[in-house]
């Protein structure tokens, strides 16, 4: 079986993000699924060379019943705004990232240990922070899909790379990378440095049966160029829901 792998890369969020999908249309396979469907997949590669250049927002990208609900994820992966979900959730990524629990009841800051790495030795290459508990994720039947971030400061910026073992293409994708690159943010500004380029790898990228017939529409109007009115930015989608920065 031929797997094609979806490179792209994009100046912005959502140039990348519509740039992937229309590789992983090109280039994806259709593979059964754990959940009795199958999905167009392929491994994924996506670079985003100036993640905070406007538009930032993708107004298509925003799957969470509300636009409001962006912020509220970069909230929950920031600010742990949903750790008290962890018993009946299994996890949040801000649990997995910020208080990492060890089996003999250690907890781990991993992004604060990060930060004194990086201002340490700004170069180093194990500046990283994982989400993988082998004793409870391999047996858990929702297991974190982000695995691993790592990161560096190249030529005054910090670099952010993503690691994902599976990442739905079309529904959650855009939401990830804006909040992570929200958190590379927030460690670029810990080390007071600016915010370098952004890379998202996915072992499995990736788009369910039942959104296909979306999925192909959404491609149709990617080509067309109809997609770009729903790019706004940061300061537009702030108006849209009322939002006001208190910095």
């Not at 990492?100 to 990086?118: A, C, F, M």
């Not at 080390?191 to 990228?205: A, E, P, T």
Request: proline fraction near 4%; charge should be neutral.
């Amino acid at each position: 079986m031929e797997v094609g792998v979806v490179y792209v890369e994009g100046e912005n969020l959502p140039s990348a993000w519509e740039k992937s999908l229309i590789y992983l249309a090109e280039k994806g396979v259709v593979i059964d699924t754990e959940y009795g469907e199958k999905s167009i997949d392929s491994p994924a590669v996506i670079l985003v060379k100036s993640p905070y250049s406007e538009p930032r927002v993708h107004l298509k990208g925003i799957i969470a019943g509300s636009l409001k609900g962006l912020l509220e994820y970069v909230d929950e992966v920031i600010k742990g705004t949903h750790d008290y979900l962890v018993e009946k959730t299994e996890y949040t990524y801000h649990e997995r990232l910020f208080t990492y629990k060890l089996p003999d009841g250690r907890v781990v800051n991993q992004i604060e240990k990060v930060i004194e790495k990086l201002r340490k030795v700004p170069h180093t290459r194990r500046a990283q922070a994982i989400t993988w508990q082998p004793w409870k994720d391999l047996i858990s039947e929702h297991p974190p899909c982000l695995q691993r971030l790592w990161f560096r400061v190249v030529n005054g910026g910090l670099v952010m790379h993503t690691h994902m073992r599976s990442n739905d293409a079309l529904k959650a994708a855009f939401m990830n990378m804006y909040a992570f690159t929200e958190l590379q943010k927030y460690v670029a500004q810990q080390l007071g440095v600016k915010v370098g380029y952004y890379m998202h790898i996915v072992d499995s990228y990736h788009v369910y049966e039942r959104d296909w017939k979306w999925f192909y529409k959404f491609i149709e109007q990617i080509k067309s160029g109809e997609s770009m009115r729903r790019w706004v930015t940061t300061e537009e989608y702030y108006k849209m829901i009322g939002f006001k920065p208190t910095t």
